[in-house]
């Protein structure tokens, strides 16, 4: 790793340092140590946001009630964040609904995309670099409709897109007033809605985007394609957002369980003891016991048992 000033490389203060020379011996040494240090207090760990689990999210459609001008801007916040991979704060307070078009594709389905903005990982102008959010016709839950239906009765007056919903439908007019929501309420958005809905874990905007990298990754979507949409520039901090789900982590319990179960020793059965074990015969005892007659005796009781009992118990 090197460093380079901005200056004229040519002058003296434009110079070339590498960090493994020996003038940066000692503070290699003393950065190491602060990790480890940070470390050893619980603050080496980089959390990254859960992925919202499927049940959770039937939890969160389930919730969301369509009808209402609070219930209508929350869905549509999620189709937003999801099918666009939004990251969790980033330039929320600026959207507009105009910021999306409405097109057709060749078998006459709607689809929306969003209008080509700077982010953290999309900072030049490329329209290759956006999700599509379709229509699924029939379906209550389809983005294009809610999304529809929201222009329809955002307040003209406001032009940003997350405006501050009425209490109430109102009889006629708009459903929201002529002011954004504020900066907190835009940011917990997600936190709300999970812990309104009962979910099992409370998410944040963020998760909303690791959810989109981790459904696309587990239905076999090449890294590549998911970079399309997300905007990421290398595979490496995509698969940060990548997470193994509980239903995954179960499955993967079972095949252990599974490949123990069939390892287990299986115990001998010792054979059971005889009352004859421990008999102490005479000399003549044993003599009858092998001589040709007893043998004889022997093979006629066999014989005769074969003979009177019925078929099935000679099978």
């Known amino acids: 790793m090197a460093i380079y000033t901005q200056q004229n490389p040519c002058t003296p203060h434009g110079l070339r340092y590498g960090i493994r020379k020996q003038q940066f011996v000692q503070s290699n040494r003393v950065f190491k140590a602060m990790l480890v240090k940070l470390k050893k207090e619980g603050k080496g760990v980089v959390k990254h ?8 999210m039937t939890k969160i459609l389930s919730f969301l009630d369509l009808n209402s001008p609070q219930g209508l801007q929350d869905k549509v916040f999620i189709d937003i964040m999801m099918y666009f991979a939004n990251r969790g704060r980033e330039n929320l307070g600026t959207i507009k609904i105009t910021d999306f078009v409405i097109q057709r594709n060749e078998q006459g389905l709607q ?10 990982t999309r900072r030049e102008n490329n329209e290759g670099y956006s999700g599509h959010m379709y229509e699924i016709p029939g379906s209550s839950n389809c983005p294009v409709a809610s999304f529809l239906t929201l222009k329809d009765v955002l307040n003209p007056a406001q032009e940003c897109m997350w405006q501050r919903p009425k209490s109430q439908v109102p009889s006629e007019g708009p459903w929201f007033t002529n002011a954004p929501l504020g900066v907190n309420t835009l940011g917990n958005k997600m936190k709300s809605i999970s812990e309104k809905a009962g979910c099992s874990l409370i998410y944040t905007n963020h998760s909303l985007r690791a959810t989109t990298v981790t459904v696309l990754d587990e239905a076999g979507v090449a890294s590549r394609d998911i ?6 520039k290398s595979e490496s901090s995509l698969k940060h957002y990548v997470r193994t789900g509980n239903a995954k982590k179960q499955d993967m319990s079972t095949i252990i369980s599974s490949q123990m179960q069939e390892n287990i020793p ?8 005889s009352i004859f074990d421990d008999l102490v015969l005479t000399d003549s005892q044993e003599q009858f016991l092998f001589s040709e007659s007893n043998l004889n005796i022997q093979s006629s009781l066999s014989s005769t ?4 009992l019925p078929r099935s118990c000679c099978l």
Do not use: F, N
């Open 49 to 56: 946001k859960d992925p919202i689990s499927k049940e959770d």
């Open 111 to 120: 689809y929306v995309i969003h209008r080509d903005v700077l982010t953290k």
């Open 227 to 232: 970079m399309s949409v997300t905007g990421h």
């Open 266 to 273: 299986v115990a001998r059965e010792e054979p059971a003891e």
């Open 305 to 308: 048992m074969h003979t009177t």
